[in-house]
């Protein structure tokens, strides 16, 4: 089900479907989400496929870390220079859609509002 051959964001990193990269590195690769939500909104993927945030361990802590990292100024590159929010949707229950771990970095110059509806 999740294999790296028919992985969308695998074939992204493979340069096999065309994305708007705002970072690249040996690791990690940054680009704009297909529909975004808010003005801005960042995926930020490991090159490595790691299907899902369910599936990492402490082994990966550096990989995650270096993601994370990345974040804010990646955020400020495209425009939120007053804060953001970091998603991770994992698995079912987190509604995961695409199975290769990624953050998303959403933020533009308004406040997002609740972090779910209640
Ligand atoms: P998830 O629900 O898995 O956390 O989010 C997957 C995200 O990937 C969605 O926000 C969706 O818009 C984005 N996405 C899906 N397919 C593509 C694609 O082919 N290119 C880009 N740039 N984004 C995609
Ligand atoms: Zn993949």
Known sequence: MSSPDDCIFCKIIRGEIPAGKVYEDDDVLAFLDIKPVAPVHVLVI??????SLTQVDKTDALLLGKMLALAPALAV??????????????????????????????????????????
């Open 46 to 51: 490991p090159k490595k496929h790691i299907a």
């Open 77 to 118: 590159a495209q425009g939120a220079d007053d804060g953001f929010r970091i998603i991770i949707n994992a698995g079912r229950v987190g509604m995961q859609e695409v199975p290769h771990l990624h953050i998303h970095i959403i933020g533009g110059s308004h406040p997002l509002g609740p972090m779910l509806a209640r």
